[in-house]
C-alpha cells in the first residue's frame, strides 16, 4: 500500500470515527451536548481536525449523521419488506420505520429536524433516495402513495417521539396505518 492510499484510509477512518462519535454522543446525551470540542476530546484529535473533515463544523457533521441514518433507515426497511407483498409489507415497513424512528431518536431529530438536506429535489442524497425506493416499493411503486405513506409514518414517529400519543394503543395504531396504506377496511 502506498503512503498516499494508508493516508486516504487513515483519513476515510477518521471521518467515520467523528461521525459515528456524533452519534454516540447525541444518543446519549442529545444533540446540545454534541460540540466540536467534545467530539476531539472523545476521538482524541484536535478540533483543527474536525473541522479539516467538516469545515462547516456542526452543521456538516449533523448532516453525516443524518445521511448515514438515511441509509440505515433504507436498509432496514428493505430488508423488512424483502419476501412480502401487500398487507404483509405495509406492515413490515411500518413496524421497521417507527421501530427506527423509536430506536434511534437523535439520529431521527438529525435526518428531519436539524440537517438542510434536500428532500424531493434533483440532488436529493442517494441515501434518502433509497429509502423513499423502499417505501414505494412496499406500497405499489408510485410516487404519491410513496409520500403519503412515508408521512403518515413519520407523523406518527414524530408524534410518539414528543410523548403525544399514548404507548398502550401503539399496537392498534400501527394496525390502522397498514389498513389505511392498504385501503382495507377499518378492523
Given at each position: 500500500?502506498?503512503?498516499?492510499?494508508?493516508?486516504?484510509?487513515?483519513?476515510?477512518?477518521?471521518h467515520?470515527?467523528?461521525?459515528?462519535?456524533?452519534?454516540?454522543?447525541?444518543?446519549?446525551?442529545?444533540?446540545?451536548?454534541?460540540?466540536?470540542?467534545?467530539?476531539?476530546d472523545?476521538?482524541?484529535?484536535?478540533?483543527?481536525?474536525?473541522?479539516?473533515?467538516?469545515?462547516?463544523?456542526?452543521?456538516?457533521?449533523?448532516a453525516?449523521?443524518?445521511l448515514?441514518?438515511?441509509?440505515?433507515?433504507?436498509?432496514?426497511l428493505?430488508?423488512?419488506?424483502?419476501?412480502?407483498?401487500?398487507?404483509?409489507?405495509?406492515?413490515?415497513?411500518?413496524?421497521?420505520?417507527?421501530?427506527?424512528?423509536?430506536?434511534?431518536?437523535?439520529?431521527?431529530?438529525?435526518?428531519?429536524?436539524?440537517?438542510?438536506?434536500?428532500?424531493?429535489a434533483?440532488?436529493?442524497?442517494?441515501?434518502?433516495?433509497?429509502?423513499?425506493?423502499?417505501?414505494?416499493?412496499?406500497?405499489?411503486?408510485?410516487?404519491e402513495?410513496?409520500?403519503?405513506?412515508?408521512?403518515?409514518?413519520?407523523?406518527?414517529?414524530?408524534?410518539?417521539?414528543?410523548?403525544?400519543?399514548?404507548?398502550?394503543?401503539?399496537?392498534?395504531?400501527?394496525?390502522?396505518?397498514?389498513?389505511?396504506?392498504?385501503?382495507a377496511?377499518?378492523?
Amino acid at each position: 500500500m502506498s503512503v498516499q492510499e494508508r493516508r486516504a484510509r487513515e483519513r476515510a477512518d477518521r471521518h467515520e470515527r467523528i461521525v459515528a462519535t456524533a452519534r454516540e454522543l447525541a444518543e446519549e446525551q442529545g444533540w446540545e451536548a454534541v460540540t466540536t470540542r467534545r467530539l476531539a476530546d472523545r476521538i482524541e484529535y484536535s478540533q483543527p481536525v474536525l473541522y479539516g473533515h467538516f469545515p462547516g463544523g456542526k452543521d456538516e457533521i449533523v448532516a453525516a449523521v443524518a445521511l448515514e441514518g438515511f441509509a440505515d433507515l433504507a436498509r432496514a426497511l428493505r430488508a423488512a419488506v424483502e419476501g412480502r407483498a401487500g398487507s404483509a409489507a405495509v406492515a413490515a415497513l411500518t413496524d421497521a420505520y417507527l421501530d427506527f424512528a423509536a430506536a434511534r431518536p437523535a439520529v431521527y431529530a438529525a435526518m428531519f429536524d436539524l440537517a438542510a438536506l434536500p428532500f424531493a429535489a434533483a440532488d436529493t442524497p442517494a441515501a434518502m433516495r433509497a429509502g423513499f425506493e423502499a417505501v414505494r416499493t412496499a406500497l405499489g411503486g408510485d410516487d404519491e402513495s410513496a409520500e403519503v405513506g412515508w408521512a403518515t409514518l413519520h407523523g406518527l414517529a414524530t408524534l410518539r417521539r414528543a410523548g403525544r400519543l399514548p404507548a398502550a394503543t401503539e399496537r392498534r395504531r400501527r394496525e390502522r396505518v397498514v389498513d389505511l396504506l392498504t385501503g382495507a377496511p377499518a378492523r
